[in-house]
């Protein structure tokens, strides 16, 4: 089975401090992990995924494979950052398992 | 983006009623998934189609059926809503040649009363 847990069910941060927004995945074979996010009012949108490696709006998201992790990183939070988050993991028949999501308040 | 289409948008309906939910889409894409989105459990599968002729339950397909009347529209019924599917339910595409990632609709926020 594949499984997503994000712990943090609210992260509250100041502007300008660094973010982490934690996911952690259960899969036996090769995953691929995924960001989204979902601003207020707002369709959830894809934020990065990890096989593309790239920065997207200063985030940043390593897959570390030997602590099944996959952690959301931004070196200095704005307040337009503030939004709910989901990890979500795509693994086996082509199925995708989102995580419970982590809110993000970035407090002025 | 309005490649992804939910109706309605919002509803509201008494306990016993049959409601549709309908999602039509425009990327040409092959896969289709419904989800429901509560507060502290994030989104949940109900039903995905990966073509017209292969439909597949989630997580928690009880108490929902669905119908893929063509590629570009995917149908989520509850033939007899109960107060506990009261949710914002969001409907998805992808692309199954070209990777996961998956495109959302605007949601329909359900309330059953």
């Known amino acids: 089975a594949q499984r997503v847990t994000q712990p943090e069910k609210l992260l509250s941060v100041f502007k300008g401090a660094p973010v982490e927004l934690k996911c952690n995945y259960s899969?036996?074979?090769?995953?691929?992990l995924f960001w989204y996010v979902q601003y207020s009012r707002q369709r959830l949108q894809l934020l990065l995924r990890h096989i593309s490696r790239e920065s997207i709006k200063g985030f940043t998201a390593d897959l570390n494979k030997g602590e099944t992790s996959f952690h959301l990183k931004k070196p200095f939070a704005q307040e337009e950052d503030s939004a709910m988050y989901y990890c979500a993991l795509a693994g086996g028949y082509q199925k995708v398992t989102f995580g419970t999501g982590t809110k993000l308040q970035v407090i002025p | 983006d309005a490649d992804v289409t939910q109706t309605p948008r919002n509803r509201i309906t008494k306990t016993g009623k049959r409601i549709m939910l309908e999602c039509s889409q425009t990327k040409g894409h092959d896969r289709m998934y419904w989800y429901r989105q509560d507060p502290g459990l994030g989104l949940r599968l109900i039903y995905y189609s990966f073509d017209v002729k292969d439909i597949n339950k989630g997580e928690i397909s009880d108490g929902y059926s669905v119908s893929r009347q063509a590629q570009a529209k995917f149908s989520l019924s509850l033939e007899s809503a109960i107060p506990n599917q009261t949710a914002l339910y969001f409907c998805a595409t992808s692309d199954g040649t070209s990777g996961y990632e998956q495109y959302f609709g605007p949601g329909t926020r359900l309330t059953v009363t």
């Open positions: 899969y036996s074979g090769s995953p691929e």
